[in-house]
């Protein structure tokens, strides 16, 4: 028997644990990978801030959940269709997550913060040629 679900006493979790599931029930693969790309820049900002504040347990579910996200949208990757330009994202997936990793064990928010502007500048392109 499974337990019944519990509402945390975090209010705030709670609206961003249904929000997330509202928005990815309807989304179709593209629309998925832009909200993953969202999510991921999301945690690394709060990462570089949980840094500065010295929130270390923050900082460390931040990380966790921006290096699971870029593992996600790796294995996301069909390098069959997608040739030249799967191989380089997932490149790009390994080197972000290995700047990740790298920086979780110093005190400088920059690097979270270069990696979200990175991740934001390929969400863009994405947009982009989805839009097209």
């Not at 990815?24 to 801030?49: G, I, W």
Request: charged share 25%; net charge neutral.
């Amino acid at each position: 028997m499974t337990a019944p679900m519990r509402l945390t006493t975090d209010a705030a979790a709670t609206y961003r644990s249904i929000d997330a599931v509202g928005r990815t029930a309807t989304a179709d693969p593209h629309q998925l990978v832009e909200l993953m790309y969202k999510e991921c820049v999301a945690a690394l900002r709060s990462a570089a801030f949980a840094t500065e504040k010295r929130q270390l347990a923050v900082k460390s579910e931040r990380i966790a959940r921006a290096t699971a996200i870029l593992f996600a949208l790796e294995g996301g990757l069909d390098f069959e269709r997608g040739g030249d330009v799967s191989r380089t994202l997932a490149t790009l997936y390994h080197g972000l997550r290995s700047q990740i990793v790298q920086a979780s064990i110093g005190r400088d928010p920059a690097p979270f913060r270069a990696v979200a502007d990175d991740l934001e500048e390929i969400a863009g392109a994405w947009s982009q040629a989805r839009a097209a």
